[in-house]
Every structure is written in structure tokens, then in C-alpha cells.
């Protein structure tokens, strides 16, 4: 089952890649907030939704919206000086967006959200979001996002 975004129905284009933080260990409690601060703003007025997981210093993103918007993100953040080792690891069109109503959600590597998603309430206020399990649909993409982390800390390792 998948989600929809306002005003959004149909195949979309999702892109999945990997990268590897330049932020320090000081920095990076800082950065990372004001990262998702921007994300989750910009990535709602351009009508792209997914999440990211983070595990230590590495990052796995998903990405869904128009195709050009989304290359066009992911072409900024390849440039980005806080990413090196930037690997697209899928991209192509899929039939509807699984992360449909999430701007940008940080998960951890094992699954429990580090940043609690926030939810308009009606008459303009802002509440926390209530957890709630993934779908099965984000389940499979967050599993293929959590399968790279651990191949990259292996590799990391050797």
C-alpha cells in the first residue's frame, strides 16, 4: 500500500543513495538539525517526501517526487561539502510514494525515529506525531536502506 501527498496520485520517481558525513562528532547534533530543519521545509514545497536513516557516519536517503525535482536535489547533495562517497544505489519510477506524508523523517539504522515528525494540527498549531508502525511498503524500502548501512560498515571494517 502506498501513501499519497496532497494532490499527488500515481507513479512518482524514487531515488535511494548512500553517502558518507564529513561532519565532525562536535558538529554534528547542530548540522544535522539545521539539515532537516531546510529539508523538511523545502522538501515540502517542492513535493518531495522520504527519509533518511543515519548511522554513524553514514546516510541512506530516499528520495520521491517529480524527476527532475529529485535529480536536481540529489545532483545539490552529491555537491553538498557535508557528503564524500556519494553512490546512487536505485532510481526509477515506482507506483506511489511510501513516504507520502513525511517531508523528511530521520529513522535509525534499526528503525525507531530519532526526530519525532511533527503534525499541523487544524487552526494552525503544531503537535507531535503519533507513532505509528511503518507499512509494509516502508518496511521494504527502509529495509533496503538499512541492508546498505550494514554493507558500508563492513566494508568500513575490513
Do not use: C
Not at 510514494?97 to 525507531?112: D, L, N, S, T
Not at 509494509?136 to 541492508?147: H, S
Request: proline share 5%.
Amino acid at each position: 500500500m502506498t501513501e499519497t501527498a496532497a494532490g499527488d496520485s500515481g507513479p512518482v520517481f524514487r531515488l535511494v543513495y548512500r553517502s558518507h558525513s564529513r561532519i565532525g562528532t562536535a558538529e554534528r547534533k547542530r548540522q544535522l538539525g539545521e539539515i532537516f530543519s531546510v529539508a523538511r521545509s523545502s522538501n515540502k514545497k517542492l513535493g518531495v517526501t522520504g527519509a533518511l536513516l543515519i548511522d554513524e557516519d553514514q546516510f541512506v536517503q530516499t528520495l520521491e517526487g517529480p524527476e527532475p525535482v529529485v535529480r536536481d536535489l540529489y545532483a545539490k547533495i552529491s555537491q553538498d561539502r557535508r557528503h564524500e562517497h556519494v553512490e546512487l544505489l536505485e532510481s526509477g519510477d515506482v507506483a506511489g510514494r511510501v513516504f507520502g506524508k513525511w517531508a523528511m523523517a530521520k529513522m535509525a539504522a534499526e528503525g525507531e525515529p530519532d526526530i519525532p515528525l511533527l503534525n499541523n494540527v487544524d487552526k494552525g498549531g503544531i503537535s507531535p506525531a503519533q507513532p505509528r508502525p511503518a507499512t509494509q511498503a516502508q518496511e521494504a524500502v527502509l529495509d533496503l536502506m538499512r541492508q546498505s548501512l550494514r554493507r558500508a560498515g563492513a566494508a568500513a571494517s575490513d
